[in-house]
């Protein structure tokens, strides 16, 4: 439980009021996909971790999430909750706010048949995108983006 506490605090810390991004590092799709959030991100809500990732491990065991079963983002706000699947990319289009609010819409389908088709993308995303040999090192400048 030492550990628990330990990340708890970590988070408390280091990313206060804000929303953490759990990815898939190896993979293209959402390595794409966390750039374009963060080039969107003017608000400077969201932090970054590969799941790959030691933090990306210990923070999925603190909030009782199995990785290796996710294909998945998970959005986790400190906490409050986390999301997941269909939910989670929702979630972040919203706080990306004016024309991705739009996106929002898609709530009024069953969850059950938007994380079917999120799936779907998920289980064919190596093959359609390709993945990295290793998780992406972010620039200088991106740098503070990522715990």
């Known amino acids: ?3 628990h506490s ?7 810390k280091t990313a206060e ?4 991004i759990l990815f898939d590092g190896v993979c293209n799709l959402c390595n794409s996909s966390v750039q374009f959030i963060i080039q969107h991100d003017k ?3 969201f932090r970054f971790v590969a799941f790959q990732s030691e933090l990306g491990k210990e923070i999925c065991d603190y909030i009782n ?4 079963k996710i294909d998945s983002i998970i959005l986790y706000q ?3 909750a986390y999301f997941y699947k269909s939910s989670a990319a929702i979630e972040i289009s919203n706080e990306l706010g004016g024309f991705f609010n739009l996106i929002s819409i898609l709530k009024i389908l069953p969850e059950k048949f938007r994380n079917y088709i999120y799936d779907y993308i998920a289980k064919n995303r190596y093959k359609w995108y390709g993945k990295k040999e290793s998780c992406m090192i972010p620039t200088p400048e991106l740098k503070a983006k990522f715990l």
Do not use: H, Q, R, Y
Not at 17 to 20: L, P, S, T
Not at 65 to 68: A, E, G, K, P
């Open 78 to 80: 400190p906490g409050v």
């Open 17 to 20: 009021n804000k929303k953490i």
């Open 65 to 68: 999430v199995d990785s290796s």
């Open 43 to 45: 608000k400077d809500v």
């Open 1 to 3: 439980m030492e550990i």
């Open 6 to 12: 330990e990340i708890a605090s970590f988070l408390a």
